[in-house]
T-cell receptor, first 115, second 112 residues
Framework: GAGVSQSPSNKVTEKGKDVELRCDPISGHTALYWYRQRLGQGLEFLIYFQGNSAPDKSGLPSDRFSAERTGESVSTLTIQRTQQEDSAVYLC?????????????FGPGTRLTVL | GENVEQHPSTLSVQEGDSAVIKCTYSDSASNYFPWYKQELGKGPQLIIDIRSNVGEKKDQRIAVTLNKTAKHFSLHITETQPEDSAVYFCAAALYNFNKFYFGSGTKLNVKP
């Protein structure tokens, strides 16, 4: 079946502009994660959605970052007033969310470049 | 919070040799340790995982060992092949809590 998809695959923007990144999780997966991966570094947790529960936003680096999820489907990550240090690959992952620690399936990521 | 450190950052081996990547974690409550492989331009993919109730797990050429006392775990790849070349990430999590802490990654290069 279809895996996690993300769009756009690449985004180049100017400093100060807002950007919106999209994630389509695997159908039936109730858990959804966003991570940031700076060049040559590991994955930095941003936010986690589980079903209808309040999201875990503890990883968002500033109030310029926000994310929404529509039910148990699409999620969007919004970065307002982008800064050059926001340049990174933004990865989305989904999992069954059935309890325990389910396998996360990652999308290919969106490469964001802030000029 | 949890802190995961991963070494080495780069590793180059000859095809057929073994490769070992090591990670340490700081939170003794962590009890789930997955390993991911990330190929160029793709998202990470789970290759093996281990829970704290076992010390070793093997899947063909890949094995993971865990030392809870020392708080470190390792990935072992035997008989390496060029297609094993990728970036490998370790992670630590608390089972039933879906927040993962990732290491900084190891770039493995297998020379033919």
């Amino acid at each position: 079946g279809a895996g996690v998809s993300q769009s756009p695959s690449n985004k180049v923007t100017e400093k100060g502009k807002d950007v919106e990144l999209r994630c389509d999780p695997i159908s039936g997966h109730t858990a959804l994660y966003w991570y940031r991966q700076r060049l040559g570094q590991g994955l930095e947790f941003l936010i986690y959605f589980q079903g209808n529960s309040a999201p875990d936003k503890s990883g968002l680096p500033s109030d310029r970052f926000s994310a929404e999820r529509t039910g148990e489907s699409v999620s969007t990550l919004t970065i307002q007033r982008t800064q050059q240090e926001d340049s990174a690959v933004y990865l989305c992952a989904s999992s069954l969310g059935s309890g325990g620690t389910d396998t996360q399936y990652f999308g290919p990521g969106t490469r964001l470049t802030v000029l | 919070g949890e802190n995961v450190e991963q070494h080495p950052s780069t590793l180059s081996v000859q095809e057929g040799d073994s490769a070992v990547i090591k990670c340490t974690y700081s939170d003794s409550a962590s009890n789930y340790f997955p390993w991911y492989k990330q190929e160029l331009g793709k998202g990470p993919q789970l290759i093996i995982d281990i829970r704290s109730n076992v010390g070793e797990k093997k899947d063909q050429r890949i094995a993971v060992t865990l030392n809870k006392t020392a708080k470190h775990f390792s990935l072992h790849i035997t008989e390496t092949q060029p297609e094993d070349s990728a970036v490998y990430f370790c992670a630590a999590a608390l089972y039933n809590f879906n927040k993962f802490y990732f290491g900084s990654g190891t770039k493995l290069n297998v020379k033919p």
